[in-house]
C-alpha cells in the first residue's frame, strides 16, 4: 500500500516562487515515473509535470519553463520547483504515480494571490 505525503504548498504574491516535495513510502519508488498533478476549484485535476525513473521530465505548457520536477530516488521524494507563479497556479497539488495508483495523498495547497 503506497502512502504519499505532500508538503510545501502556502500562500504567495504572483511571480514569487514555491517549493513542494513529495515523500512517498511502501512501494518500489524507483521504479516508476512519479507525476505532480494539479485540481483547481471546480476544475478536473490535471498531470503538470512528470519525471521517468531515469530522470527525463515533462510538463504540461502551462507551466513549462516556470516549474522543475526532480526526484531523491534514496529518499523516495519527489519535488516541484515553482516559480513565476501565477494566479492560474492556483489549486491543490498532489504526487502520484504515472499512471495513477488509486491512492492519494491529501495534497497541498498552493494560492497566488496579492
Known amino acids: 500500500q503506497v502512502q504519499l505525503v505532500e508538503s510545501g504548498g502556502g500562500l504567495v504574491q504572483p511571480g514569487g516562487s514555491l517549493r513542494l516535495s513529495c515523500a512517498a513510502s511502501?512501494?518500489?519508488?524507483?521504479?516508476?515515473?512519479m507525476g505532480w498533478y494539479r485540481q483547481a476549484a471546480g476544475k478536473q485535476r490535471e498531470l503538470v509535470a512528470r519525471i521517468t525513473p531515469g530522470g527525463s521530465t515533462n510538463y504540461a505548457d502551462s507551466v513549462k519553463g516556470r516549474f522543475t520536477i526532480s526526484r531523491d530516488n534514496a529518499k523516495k521524494m519527489v519535488s516541484l520547483q515553482m516559480n513565476s507563479l501565477k494566479p492560474e497556479d492556483t489549486a491543490v497539488y498532489y504526487c502520484?504515480?504515472?499512471?495513477?495508483?488509486?491512492?492519494w495523498g491529501q495534497g497541498t495547497q498552493v494560492t497566488v494571490s496579492s
Open positions: 502520484n504515480r504515472d499512471p495513477t495508483w488509486a491512492s
Open positions: 511502501g512501494s518500489i519508488f524507483s521504479a516508476y515515473t
